[in-house]
């Protein structure tokens, strides 16, 4: 027999997931249009909690100002990484010359900016709720409040390497770091989404010879983290041509970016043979009204958006709306294909209660 409280705490797990991906949208958007040092603080925006709408609101020396605490804890952060044995790092933050140049007040950057930081506080606010309502499973499922915990410490890591992010000026290392955060807390939310789902079902016999099926996903997954991590490398790329040529010439980014970009549009292809096998392999298992064929049929049309998405950018000039849609169907991607490997690879440990 179901709980109330445990209905009410995979309802409220589903929508942290929704809420999460529409933050990752939000970063996306935030991305596209240049809008990431729209707030050149944190967590405040121009030392506010609701950002001026006016640069008459503002203080005259306020580019100064916001360099000068900016260079201030960027130091902090490299004797950080100095204790940790990165030296090269902390050089590399401190003779980034980039953090030196102050950002000019853009209403409409501030507040894609504003934005993007309210989507992640009404996600921190969502996780704590799960924390709470995890509780319910203190003698069923200790593990739903141990991975509920930690969530919340992953995204409170998550907010701090934020506001590293604004202060380093979008440094491109700490920005891939702060995408993998963001599928780890995906990976987290799906993970508990489907064992609360299938703590209280009778036991599953999964149709034999599905173990070439779950080593293909798992490769398939693989494949799409590895997609992200050159897709925002890319990204980074593109940023620094874009500066270099002052913001000009828009239709020849993508030919600079070189090498990376080649390996990240040869690796869609090959995420894409895999999961066209997969997809075969799910349907010829799983009929019907089977939440495994279901979640197949979402990755294939997660799939065709997305390669979409990338067409329109590799040969349209990048369009801003077309980035943010890459973002966001490359991470639904990978948040079904876990979700359908947990699914797959079911076992007794779902009814084991710990």
Same mark, same amino acid.
């Given at each position: 027999?179901?709980?109330?409280?445990?209905?009410? &705490?995979?309802?409220?797990?589903?929508?942290?997931?929704?809420?999460?991906?529409?933050?990752?949208?939000?970063? $996306?958007?935030?991305?596209?249009?240049?809008?990431?040092?729209?707030? +050149?603080?944190?967590?405040?925006? &121009?030392?506010? #909690?609701?950002?001026?709408?006016?640069?008459? %609101?503002? +203080?005259?020396?306020?580019?100064?100002?916001?360099?000068?605490?900016?260079?201030?804890?960027?130091? !902090?952060?490299?004797?950080?990484?100095?204790?940790?044995?990165?030296?090269?790092?902390?050089?590399?933050?401190?003779?980034?010359?980039?953090?030196?140049? +102050?950002? @000019?007040?853009?209403?409409?950057?501030?507040?894609?900016?504003?934005? =993007?930081?309210?989507?992640?506080?009404?996600? $921190?606010?969502?996780?704590?709720? /799960?924390?709470?309502?995890?509780?319910?499973?203190?003698?069923?499922?200790?593990?739903?409040?141990?991975?509920?915990?930690?969530?919340?410490?992953?995204?409170?890591? %998550?907010?701090?390497?934020?506001?590293?992010?604004?202060?380093?000026?979008?440094? +491109?290392?700490?920005?891939?770091?702060?995408? /993998?955060?963001?599928?780890?807390?995906?990976?987290?939310?799906?993970?508990?989404? =489907?064992?609360?789902? %299938?703590?209280?079902?009778?036991?599953?016999?999964?149709?034999? =010879?599905?173990?070439?099926?779950?080593?293909?996903?798992?490769?398939?997954?693989?494949?799409?983290?590895? %997609?992200?991590?050159?897709?925002?490398?890319?990204?980074?790329?593109?940023?620094?041509?874009?500066?270099?040529?002052?913001?000009?010439?828009?239709?020849?980014?993508?030919?600079?970016? $070189?090498?990376?970009?080649? #390996?990240? !549009?040869?690796?869609?292809?090959?995420?894409?043979?895999?999961?066209?096998?997969?997809?075969?392999?799910?349907?010829?298992?799983?009929?019907?009204?089977?939440?495994?064929?279901?979640?197949?049929?979402?990755?294939?049309? @997660?799939?065709?958006?997305?390669?979409?998405?990338?067409?329109?950018?590799?040969? &349209?000039?990048?369009?801003?709306?077309?980035?943010?849609?890459?973002?966001?169907?490359?991470?639904?991607?990978?948040?079904?294909? #876990?979700?359908?490997?947990? /699914?797959?690879?079911?076992?007794?440990?779902?009814?084991?209660?710990?």
């Amino acid at each position: 027999m179901v709980l109330k409280s445990e209905k009410r &705490f995979t309802r409220l797990n589903l929508i942290t997931i929704v809420v999460t991906l529409l933050l990752i949208l939000a970063g $996306g958007i935030v991305r596209s249009t240049g809008s990431g040092m729209g707030c +050149p603080d944190w967590p405040k925006c &121009f030392d506010q #909690y609701i950002p001026p709408t006016h640069a008459s %609101q503002l +203080p005259a020396d306020y580019k100064e100002k916001y360099v000068s605490e900016r260079v201030a804890k960027n130091e !902090r952060f490299a004797k950080t990484l100095e204790r940790m044995g990165k030296a090269h790092l902390a050089d590399s933050i401190r003779h980034d010359e980039s953090i030196l140049l +102050p950002e @000019t007040f853009n209403v409409a950057k501030t507040w894609t900016e504003y934005i =993007n930081r309210l989507m992640g506080a009404i996600t $921190g606010f969502l996780l704590l709720g /799960l924390v709470v309502y995890s509780f319910a499973y203190v003698k069923s499922a200790k593990r739903v409040i141990v991975l509920s915990f930690t969530n919340l410490i992953v995204v409170g890591f %998550q907010a701090w390497l934020g506001s590293i992010v604004v202060s380093t000026n979008l440094m +491109p290392w700490i920005v891939t770091v702060h995408m /993998l955060l963001a599928l780890v807390i995906l990976a987290i939310l799906v993970y508990t989404y =489907n064992y609360t789902q %299938q703590l209280h079902k009778q036991t599953t016999v999964v149709m034999a =010879n599905v173990i070439w099926l779950k080593a293909i996903i798992f490769v398939a997954i693989a494949a799409s983290v590895l %997609q992200i991590v050159l897709g925002t490398e890319v990204r980074e790329a593109i940023d620094a041509i874009a500066k270099n040529l002052q913001y000009t010439g828009r239709a020849g980014w993508v030919e600079m970016v $070189g090498k990376t970009f080649s #390996y990240h !549009r040869d690796l869609a292809m090959f995420v894409l043979i895999l999961n066209i096998i997969i997809y075969k392999l799910v349907k010829d298992r799983f009929s019907g009204k089977a939440t495994a064929l279901m979640v197949a049929n979402g990755i294939a049309i @997660t799939l065709i958006i997305q390669i979409a998405s990338g067409l329109l950018l590799s040969n &349209f000039a990048l369009p801003p709306y077309a980035q943010a849609l890459h973002i966001l169907f490359s991470t639904l991607l990978f948040s079904l294909q #876990y979700y359908l490997y947990l /699914l797959v690879y079911r076992t007794d440990t779902y009814h084991q209660g710990h």
